[in-house]
């Protein structure tokens, strides 16, 4: 089955600095990850998503690059900002087969005033 | 994700004791999903259902059912109670290829 690894497990950086994390992911039959933040006390929610016919995908701050032939996809966070601070998911999936949905470890982001 | 509610929210049990979390959804989605997450860790996928009247297992099934009555409703229920699933409880429909998680349930094992 799909194993997902995600890195680093924490991260701090200076507000303002980028922050990226990585997942690699080992099933090639995988064609959708998504991103999902995680405050604390609070439920997992989808920041972005790519899926494999694209390369990258920006939303303002927030950018994810996949590359199909490794393996592996980033989120790329640039200007941090406090709010930023959070637990980070990735996850990969094929279809829209649910059951194949499995997520990374999750990364702690501390985004330092 | 205003569309997904879970019940109750809090809950403590003592071990042995049975409960049931209920998970209820209005965006007509098909497939919906029960995730548990321990402190610090991530999400493991405990039930599934692709439909309604359809369940199936998921990487931590032990210790859990399910019951899948109608499309809107997802329940998850815990026979004899024990410490090691202290944990949130997390239901989640699916959209397209896309989870959205309920609000979750926080459960107490003593």
């Known amino acids: 089955g799909e194993n997902v690894e995600q890195h680093p497990s924490t991260l701090s950086v200076q507000e303002g600095d980028s922050a990226v994390i990585k997942c690699t992911y080992s099933?090639?039959?995988?064609?959708?990850f998504p991103w999902y933040k995680q405050e604390l006390g609070k439920r997992p929610q989808l920041i972005i998503d790519?899926?494999?016919?694209?390369g990258e995908k920006k939303d303002q701050r927030i950018a994810v690059t996949l590359n199909k032939t490794a393996k592996h996809f980033s989120l790329h966070i640039t200007e941090t900002q406090p709010e930023d601070s959070a637990v980070y998911f990735c996850?990969?999936?094929?279809?829209?087969?649910?059951?194949?949905?499995?997520f990374g470890p999750g990364t702690r982001l501390s985004v330092l005033p | 994700n205003a569309g997904v509610t879970q019940t109750p929210k809090f809950q403590v049990l003592k071990t042995g004791q049975s409960m049931t979390l209920q998970c209820a959804q209005d965006?007509?989605?098909?497939?919906m999903y029960w995730y548990r997450q321990d402190p610090g860790m991530g999400l493991r996928l405990i039930y599934y259902?692709?439909?309604?009247?359809?369940?199936d297992k998921g990487e931590v099934p032990n210790g859990y059912n399910v019951s899948r009555l109608n499309k809107r409703e997802f329940s998850l229920r815990l026979e004899s109670a024990a410490p090691s699933q202290t944990s949130v409880y997390f239901c989640?429909?699916?959209?397209?290829?896309?989870?959205?998680f309920g609000p979750g349930t926080r459960l107490l094992v003593l």
């Open positions: 996850a990969a999936s094929m279809d829209n087969y649910g059951q194949n949905f499995v």
């Open positions: 099933d090639s039959a995988s064609n959708y």
């Open positions: 790519i899926r494999s016919n694209v």
């Open positions: 965006m007509n989605h098909n497939s």
């Open positions: 259902s692709a439909s309604e009247g359809t369940t």
């Open positions: 989640a429909p699916l959209e397209q290829e896309t989870q959205y």
